[in-house]
């Protein structure tokens, strides 16, 4: 009774699902990076939305904007005390310095 019972548990776990699937098959990992045409690694560039943490690893183009009145034409204001404004891609980004924290979002200010 054991050598069947034991038969049938070891068919059964050949004929489950997981066994089959081929390793190609597996979930993906979700890296900061994608393939692009060549099969380079090309950083994955992201959205930005009100409250979220900066990261500047993420960012597109990131530089600090020390001067924001050049840009007041491009929507840009006067940060708060503990903000500066950065840019990622052709957005304007307003950060707080210590934590990172974003305050606003101004999408496409440096089209």
Not at 32 to 47: I, L, S, T, V
Not at 91 to 104: K, Q
């Amino acid at each position: 009774m054991k050598k069947f019972l034991i038969g049938a548990l070891a068919a059964a776990m050949l004929a489950s699902p997981v066994a089959i699937t081929p390793a190609s098959a597996a979930p993906q990992r979700h890296d900061r990076y994608q393939a692009n045409r060549h099969g380079q690694q090309a950083p994955r560039y992201h959205q930005w939305s009100r409250g979220q943490r900066f990261d500047r690893r993420y960012a597109q183009n990131y530089r600090e904007i020390p001067n924001w009145q050049q840009y007041r034409g491009r929507r840009l204001y006067a940060p708060p005390r503990g903000y500066h404004w950065v840019r990622s891609g052709n957005d304007a980004v307003l950060v707080a310095v210590a934590g990172g924290l974003i305050g606003a979002v101004l999408s496409g200010a440096f089209n």
